[in-house]
C-alpha cells in the first residue's frame, strides 16, 4: 500500500465524497418508489375512464328524441352497485333539457347540460325548476341560483364567490346514432370538467 | 391507636419491586410533584391538558365500539349511542365537554406561558412543540364533531374541503389525497385521522414537550373531570339534526373555537385569504415569537412590547369569536345579509384594536408599578394568610361526613339513571368527583399536619416577630443577633482565659478586649429586653 502513488490533490472528487455521493444516491433510490405511492391517497372509485349510460331515475336511458323540452331529472354519475354510495350528493347530478328560448328545441348535445347538483356554496342540492318565470337552477339553502345555460351563480351566496367557485361542474354528453344519450369521462380539474364542491372556470 | 397501614406484604413488595424496575425506563427522567397543600393550576395547566387528552382517549376509545363511520350510518349510530346504549350519553358528553375543555386550558396554558415569559431561554423546543400541540389539538377537536355527520358537522366539512381547494395549485389535488372524493370518504377519513393519525402525531409531539418536572395535583385533576360532568348534566351535548342535502339548514354556527375564523369567512372575501392565509400568519406568529421577544427579563411588567402584542391578540380572539357567533336576528332580512359580514367594517375593527390594546397594556404597566412602589413605600401589613388549623378530631369528623355524603350520591347517581334522568346522574357523578377532590384535600392536609413539628407547649413566640426589640442603629440586625452575641461571648471568655497569661505584655490585648467589650454591650442589652417582653 506503501508504494502506492497517494491520490491527487488536484482530482475533482475525493474517494471518500465518492462514497458518500454514491450512498445518497443510493437513498433517494431506495425510497424513489414510494412518492407514486402517494396515488394510494384520492380514491378512484370517483374516477371513471369509460363512458356511461345517462340513465334516469325510472331505469331507462335517456334518448334525444323522447326526453321533453325544459325538463330536469336527477342522474347518478358515477353509478356503483353500492345503493349507499349511490345516494351520495357528490354523485348526484341535474341532467336538463334547455327551455326553447335557450335552444332546447334541437335535437342535438347543445339542447342539454349535466350539472353537479351540489350547490358550490355549502354543498345542499339545488334543482331545475321548469316554472315561467324561473327556468333557473335553485338552492333550497341559501337561495343560490344557476343559469342552467352556462351553470354560472347568478344571486345568492354562491354568486358573490371569486371564480372558479361560481361556475357549477359539468359533464360532456354524446349521442349514439340510435339517439340514446352517453356521458363522456370527465376530466376533474377547474379547467376541465370543474370540481364537485368547488367549482369550474368558465370557458 | 394500634391500627396502621403501613404492613409490608408480598403485594407491598411486589409494588415495591415494580418501582425499582422502573428504574431503568424513561420515566425516571421525569420528576413528579404531588403538591402537598393547595397550589395554583396556572403553574400545571399542561398538566392538566394532558389529563384531559388521556380523558378523551378513553371515552373516545369506548365511544369507537359503537360508531359507524358510514355516510348513512353515522349519524344513526350516535344517536343509537347517546339514547340506547347505557351510559352512552355520559361517555358522549364527557368526550365532548372534555374536547372543549382541552381546547379551552391548552389556551389558558398558552398564553399563562407567554404572560409569564416562560417560552424563551432554552424552553423554545417546548414552545413551538407545543403551538403544532395547540393547531393538532383544535384540528382534533374539530374533526370530532365533523364525523356525527349532522348539518352543522356538513357546513364544518364543506368549509374545510373548499379551504383546501382554495390552496393555490395543488389544493384540489390536496383535498382528493386527503379527503377523498365524496360525503362517503370524507365521514371514513375524518374519523381515520381523528382516532389515529392526529392522536398517534399528538402523543409523540407529546413526548418532545413534556418538561421533565411534572406537577400532578390530584384534587385538582379530580375537580376538572367533576366540572367537565356537572356541564355535561346542565349543559347536554344535542344530536344536531341529520343532514339531508335536500332540506334547507337551520343556521349553524361552528364551535367556539372556530368562530374567531368563521368570522373572516363571512366576510365573504377571498377563501385562501381569509381562511388559510390569516390562521397561517396567526400560528406562524406564534411559532416565531420566542425568537422575536428579546427583553432579558421574564416578567409581563418588564416586557411592554411583547405583553401589548399578547393582549391584542386576546382582543381579537375575542372580538371575532363573538362576531362569528352573532347573526342578526332581524328575520325580515335576507339571510344572506344577516350572515355576511362587512369585511371593511370587520378589518378596521381589527385594525382599531392595535392601538386600543396597546394603550390597555401601557396603562395596566402604569397601574402594577404604581401599585408595585406604593407597596414598597407602605410598611409590609401582616400578610392575611389565615390558616386554618383543624384538630385531629374535625379532620375525622369532615372525613366521615364526606364519606356519607358519597353513599348518597352515589344512591342518587344509581336511581337516576333507572329513572331515566341521565343528564341528573352525571351532574351527580360530577359532584362525586368534586367531593373526591375535597377528601383529598382534607387528607393531604392531615398528613401535613402529622408532618409538622408539634406546637409548642409554651407561649407561642408571635410577639417576637410581631415586634422586633429596638436596636442600636450600628448593631447587627436582628437575624444575626443571636448567633453573633454567642460568638461575642465566647471570644470574651477566650480573651479572659488569655488575659493573665499575656497581662502586661501587650496593650494590644487590652485594646481588643474594649473594642469587644463596646460590642457586647448592645446584643446583651437587647437580649435582656427580650425576655423582659416575653414575660410580659
Known sequence: ??????????????????????????????????????????????????????????????????????????VIYPKTNDPALNKESFRTWQFIRLPEELGGKKNDISA??????????????????????????????????????????????ASLQAPPNNVLPRLDLEIATDGNMWIKPPNWSVNGNGIVGYGRYLT | MGVTLHKENSLTRFLRWVYAGVERTIFMGLKFTFPSRFVSPLGFLGMLTFVLFIILGITGALLMLFYEPILDRAWNSVKTINDVIP????????HYHASNAMVMVALLHMYYQYFSGRYKIRNEILWVTGIILGVLTILEAFTGYDIIFSERAELAISIAASLTNSIPIMGPQMRDAFFGSGFHDFVLRFYAFHVFFLPIAMLGLMVVHFPRFL???????????????????????????????????GITVPEWYLTGLYAFLRSAYDKFTTGVAWPGLFIFILLIVPFIDRYKKFSWKDRPIVTAIGITSLAQIIVTTYWGFYIDPDRTKSLLERLV?????????MILLVPLSF????????????????????????SGKSSINLSEKSIYAIFIALLAFQVYLNIAAYYAVLAGMKNYSLFIVGIIMLVFAAMWHVYRHGKSMQKAPPPKPTVPPMPLKAKPPPLPKTGPTAGELTAGSKVLEDSITKEKALAPATKGTTSSSQSVQSVNKTESTGPTHSENKVVSDEKK
Open chain 2, 341 to 349: 359580514i362587512d369585511p371593511v367594517f370587520l378589518y378596521l375593527v
Open chain 2, 215 to 249: 406537577v400532578f395535583d390530584v384534587p385538582m385533576v379530580m375537580a376538572i373531570t367533576g366540572a367537565i360532568m356537572i356541564t355535561g348534566g346542565v349543559f347536554p351535548v344535542d344530536m344536531g339534526l341529520k343532514f339531508d342535502p335536500s332540506v334547507p339548514p
Open chain 1, 112 to 157: 342539454f347540460r349535466l350539472y353537479s347538483m351540489v350547490c358550490l356554496h355549502l354543498w345542499c342540492l339545488w334543482k331545475y325548476w321548469p316554472q315561467e318565470g324561473r327556468k333557473r337552477g335553485e338552492c333550497p339553502c341559501h337561495g343560490s341560483m344557476y343559469d342552467p345555460l352556462t351553470g354560472k351563480a347568478f344571486a345568492g351566496p
Open chain 2, 359 to 382: 394603550g390597555f397594556t401601557y396603562m395596566m404597566i402604569k397601574l402594577a408599578r404604581n401599585a408595585e412602589a406604593n407597596a414598597k413605600i407602605q410598611p409590609k401589613k401582616p
Open chain 1, 1 to 74: 500500500m506503501a508504494e502506492q502513488p497517494s491520490p491527487k490533490s488536484g482530482g475533482k472528487v475525493s474517494r471518500r465524497d465518492f462514497i458518500k455521493l454514491m450512498a445518497a444516491a443510493g437513498t433517494v433510490l431506495t425510497f424513489a418508489p414510494f412518492v407514486d405511492w402517494g396515488k394510494f391517497l384520492p380514491n378512484p372509485t370517483g374516477q371513471s375512464k369509460e363512458r356511461q349510460k345517462v340513465e334516469l331515475p325510472d331505469g331507462s336511458q335517456a334518448n334525444v328524441n323522447s326526453f321533453p323540452v325544459n325538463h330536469s331529472e336527477a
Open chain 2, 87 to 94: 351510559y352512552g350519553f355520559h361517555l358522549r358528553n364527557i
